[in-house]
């Protein structure tokens, strides 16, 4: 079973995606690490992200060890990410593992997974159009802002509430208006709108669209 989750920045993806994994016995794939991994190490190298040349090379010479780095959640490694990721040529080169994960998902500590949970911006249009559930995951602009300003603060970085608002819509336009997979709910996505759900309804409400799906 893949079941994939998009939708725009801090619309609430991650903690969906990660507590559907742990309810369905899923190995679950944060995609966008993937795409900050590639800006981080360009902004190591104090290169451009727009720069076609350094964002393949980065994006080429990616290693496990970039997914773990502690600073992925940072604002201007998001941003950066935002950068690459309007690059053809590095989401052609970051296409091929995304698909490998969702179709022979990793062991989980206890066991064979029964399937693999993905969320990013075009999992269920492009990485995994053949997805057994698609949620499109949404909330108001400010909601989203709150949320993020929050995590920011509680993990002791720097945060101002109106430029999380503005950087935010700043990457969800880049995200929605490039050429090459952007932001958009797949024909056959679930809405699911979380702007005043706290993030146990929200779970409760997608394990309802499971079930009733008969997964
Ligand atoms: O957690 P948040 O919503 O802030 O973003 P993220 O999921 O960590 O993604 C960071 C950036 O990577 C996004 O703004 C997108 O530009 C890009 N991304 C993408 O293009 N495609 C994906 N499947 C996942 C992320």
């Known amino acids: ?4 989750v998009d939708g725009p920045v801090a619309a609430g993806k991650g903690t969906l995606a990660r507590s559907l994994a742990a309810e369905l016995n899923l190995a679950y794939l944060d995609t966008g690490s993937i795409y900050r991994a590639v800006g981080a190490k360009i902004l190591d190298k104090g290169e451009d992200p ?3 040349v350094a ?23 998001g941003l950066a990410a935002s950068t690459v990721a309007v690059n053809t040529q590095v989401r052609a080169a970051l296409l091929e593992f995304q698909r490998n994960f969702a179709q022979n998902p ?15 911006r075009d999992i ?4 995994c159009p053949e997805a057994e559930l698609k949620f499109f995951v949404t909330a108001t602009p400010e909601a989203r802002a709150e949320r993020r300003h929050k995590e920011l603060i509680e ?15 700043d990457r ?17 996505a679930v809405y699911l709108d979380t702007s005043t759900l706290e993030a146990g309804k929200v779970l409760e409400t997608a394990l309802d669209i499971v079930r009733a799906k008969g997964l």
């Open 124 to 127: 269920g249009t492009v990485v």
């Open 106 to 120: 990793p062991d989980l500590p206890g066991g064979a997974a029964a399937g693999a949970v993905l969320d990013g």
């Open 155 to 169: 993990r002791g970085d720097e945060s101002i509430y109106a430029r999380v608002l503005q950087d935010l819509q």
């Open 55 to 77: 964002a393949l090379a980065a994006a080429e010479s990616l290693g496990p060890a970039d997914l773990e780095r502690r600073d992925l959640r940072r604002e201007k490694v």
């Open 1 to 4: 079973m893949i079941i994939a």
């Open 50 to 52: 727009g720069d076609p």
């Open 172 to 188: 969800d336009a880049r995200d929605s208006q490039r050429v090459t997979a952007p932001l958009k709910p797949a024909d056959d």
